[in-house]
């Protein structure tokens, strides 16, 4: 960063912390991930500088003799992994993908039913907080109180008593597999689109351990980080009859000129997600969120849902005297970064709830695997047990340190 510690030294150190700060601390934030050089490079392109209103082929400007080249392989290699009729790798990020298939398939007020936040929901599938449940009639599905997993009895009910014109399948903070089966069934029996939202679990899908929505879902939205492991940004997978409304949603719809530097980005992340190392890669985010899960419930850790199938679990921590935020923090001082989360049947506000949320996908690039994870629990079990120990965290911290020297953050992945 030699020009920007030139023009502005502020920055640049600032940059460079938070370069040391993901170096040297323990990341289980769900949504993070590490990506590759190539990546990078990509993102931090001279693709930046170019505007391309339209799609390739039908720009509203020209000189778009490379940049129809790199959209057309980014499609080419999503349609490849995932088994795709149509992609548009336009979106900004999730948020934008989600608004879009909203504006191509339902008008303002008509019924939306998707799963309850603090259930493990989204933002932008109903919440009343949120666009979505704001310009939309939104339903809410959540957790069964006797088994704290989803009740598709209880949730084809709603479909039938409400009659949705989509139905979102999809979480943030949701530690079990879908049944995307079920979910079709359902839709088709009260005649909605099945919008399935992955952006969490799109890398696992990619890896061969998690299963796909491709065969069952009318239309797909993901973000292209997280356990896909790629820049921050979007794409949606639709069948073939939608693909002209998607797009015609996307652009002009939802938003202007794609950003040119994150479609290559992507371009490059789907070609690594194609390589047989990433199903490796996928295959022990598995491990090591199920080694994470049995540790911290040997340790005395609610599991919301009592354990998990995917790359996170969601914990309420009411069993041991510490606040969601309470244990975030303290994590934080010792070098383990997480994020506070609501759990269901909540009597907290969402900004001082009693949970935490936390992933294995950054760990996992990173190199550790099952016996880190009982390491990590074994810190957990420690902060939670003493949060206000100033000695004991700056001990931890330590250790976490000397941890992650010993696993350094690798620069290629394939």
Same mark, same amino acid.
């Given at each position: ?269 789907? #070609?690594? $997600?194609? *390589?047989?190392?990433?199903? %490796?890669?996928?295959?022990? /985010?598995? +491990?090591?969120?199920? &080694? @994470?899960? !049995? ?86 079990? #420690?902060? $939670?047990? *003493?949060?206000?120990?100033? %000695?004991?965290?700056?001990? /931890?911290? +330590?250790?976490?340190? &000397? @941890?992650? !020297? ?9």
């Amino acid at each position: 960063m030699s020009f920007l510690s030139q023009f502005d030294p502020q920055i640049a150190e600032l940059i460079k912390n938070e370069e040391d700060r993901q170096n040297n601390k323990i990341r289980l934030i769900a949504s993070e991930n590490y990506v590759s050089e190539a990546v990078m490079e990509a993102t931090g392109s001279i693709l930046t500088n170019k505007y391309s209103e339209g799609y390739s082929g039908k720009r509203y400007y020209e000189g778009q003799q490379m940049i129809d080249q790199i959209e057309t392989i980014a499609i080419e290699r999503a349609k490849k992994l995932f088994g795709a009729d149509h992609v548009n790798v336009q979106p900004y990020s999730g948020s934008p993908a989600n608004l879009a298939v909203y504006l191509a398939f339902i008008n303002p007020g008509e019924t939306i039913l998707g799963m309850a936040l603090p259930h493990g929901g989204h933002l932008t599938h109903g919440s009343k907080v949120s666009i979505s449940g704001k310009y939309f009639n939104a339903v809410s599905y959540g957790l069964d109180e006797s088994t704290g997993l989803l009740n598709y009895d209880t949730i084809r009910s709603l479909a039938l008593e409400h009659n949705p014109k989509i139905i979102v399948a999809g979480h943030s903070a949701y530690s079990r597999q879908l049944d995307f089966k079920k979910f079709r069934e359902i839709a088709d029996e009260c005649g909605a689109i099945l919008f399935v939202d992955m952006a969490h679990f799109a890398g696992l899908v990619a890896g061969g351990v998690h299963p796909s929505p491709v065969p069952y879902a009318d239309v797909i939205t993901t973000t292209t980080h997280k356990t896909l492991r790629g820049p921050r940004g979007g794409m949606i997978l639709c069948k073939a009859e939608h693909a002209a409304a998607i797009d015609k949603a996307v652009f002009p719809g939802c938003q202007g000129g794609p950003h040119n530097h994150t479609t290559a980005a992507i371009a490059v992340a789907l #070609k690594e $997600a194609l *390589d047989p190392a990433f199903k %490796e890669y996928a295959s022990q /985010i598995i +491990k090591n969120a199920a &080694a @994470l899960a !049995d540790e911290l419930a040997a340790n005395g850790f609610n599991l919301v849902t009592g354990g998990t199938e995917n790359h996170l679990m969601l914990i309420d921590l009411r069993n041991k005297g510490v606040t969601g935020k309470q244990m975030a923090k303290a994590m934080d001082k010792a070098g383990i970064v997480c994020n506070y989360n609501s759990v269901p049947n909540d009597d907290r506000k969402p900004f001082d709830p009693s949970g935490i949320r936390i992933g294995t996908a950054s760990v996992t690039t990173r190199g550790f695997q099952e016996e880190e994870m009982k390491k990590i629990a074994g810190w957990m079990t #420690k902060i $939670a047990m *003493d949060h206000d120990n100033e %000695e004991l965290l700056l001990t /931890i911290e +330590k250790e976490v340190r &000397a @941890l992650c !020297d010993s696993l350094p953050v690798p620069k290629v992945f394939v």
